[in-house]
């Protein structure tokens, strides 16, 4: 399982930002998929998710209305689009693939009904004035 990050950055609050995901190592019509992010000295936040059978998403309540899942099954890309970014936005951020039913990984994060434990190295997004 390989899943490679990438558009974060360094934004000004109320700024946009569109964070993408290549997917690679596993079949995308069979996983939800989606993001988590980790602030410093803060636990990982699972912020949203998309299933692989319907195309239906879920949000972290602080993220509703502001962030935006999307997929291309196509092309194995997952993205993420941030608008309305504040300085509580700030974290490294992950693309993050649903675990298998009944699969034992070392960490689960959550959001809506999707269980993400398989991960690659995150995105900083970074907000500041």
């Known amino acids: 399982v390989q899943l490679q990050a990438s558009g974060g950055g360094l934004v000004q609050p109320g700024g946009s930002l569109r964070l993408s995901c290549e997917a690679s190592g596993f079949t995308p019509d069979y996983y939800a998929i989606g993001w988590f992010r980790q602030a410093p000295g803060k636990q990982r936040e699972g912020v949203a998710c998309?299933?692989?059978?319907?195309?239906?998403?879920y949000y972290a309540d602080s993220v509703k209305g502001r962030f935006t899942i999307s997929r291309d099954k196509a092309r194995n890309m997952v993205y993420l689009q941030i608008d309305s970014l504040t300085f509580e936005d700030t974290a490294v951020y992950y693309c993050?693939?649903?675990?298998?039913?009944?699969?034992?990984?070392?960490?689960?994060?959550?959001?809506?009904?999707?269980?993400?434990?398989?991960w690659g190295q995150g995105t900083q997004v970074t907000v500041s004035s």
């Open positions: 993050a693939r649903d675990r298998k039913s009944g699969e034992r990984v070392r960490t689960v994060v959550t959001v809506g009904i999707c269980q993400f434990g398989h």
């Open positions: 998309i299933r692989a059978s319907d195309d239906s998403v």
